[in-house]
């Protein structure tokens, strides 16, 4: 009876410094994840317009000073609604000048039909803080006629 009250005592005593032990684990595990896990942002509403409308034509928007110029990323949302237009796949590319000739973009695409009805599409993406400031928004393809709308906006910076 001894012997079996002294293994349990022992047992639970090493439970005891297993369950401290992970508990230490899961309290460093959280400060480290925490640190390199977190990602901060803030929320703006820059409106930057809508998209163009001429095939081939590129647009260049200022990014307003209410991004400020310690963002290293911009969230952009772009959007686009069609109604009755001429049909087909539309592509939206939309960019920033990262370094030299080089850019980072994204390219919304759009598909009508020729009918009363809507459709909607769009996206959101972390581009690059430019150093220049603008936002390049462009047709690639052939360009919308009819009943089309669009909006581009910077939603957050980080």
């Not at 972390?126 to 669009?150: A, H």
Request: glycine share 8%; aromatic share 10%.
């Amino acid at each position: 009876m001894q012997t079996t009250y002294a293994a349990v005592t022992d047992i639970q005593k090493q439970m005891r410094q297993v369950s401290a032990q992970q508990a230490a684990l899961r309290v460093r595990l959280d400060q480290t994840a925490g640190a390199a896990g977190r990602v901060e942002f803030w929320a703006v509403d820059a409106p930057m317009g809508g998209l163009p409308n001429t095939k081939g034509q590129s647009e260049v928007r200022r990014i307003p000073a209410l991004v400020p110029d310690k963002a290293r990323e911009i969230l952009v949302y772009a959007q686009i609604a069609t109604g009755f237009v001429k049909g087909g796949a539309h592509r939206f590319r939309i960019a920033v000048q990262v370094e030299g000739e080089r850019q980072a973009a994204f390219f919304l695409y759009a598909f009508a039909q020729p009918q009363p009805s809507w459709s909607y599409n769009s996206d959101n993406v972390w581009l690059p803080m430019p150093k220049n400031r603008e936002l390049i928004l462009q047709v690639e393809g052939e360009p919308f006629f009819g009943d089309w709308g669009s909006e581009v906006r910077i939603i957050a910076w980080r």
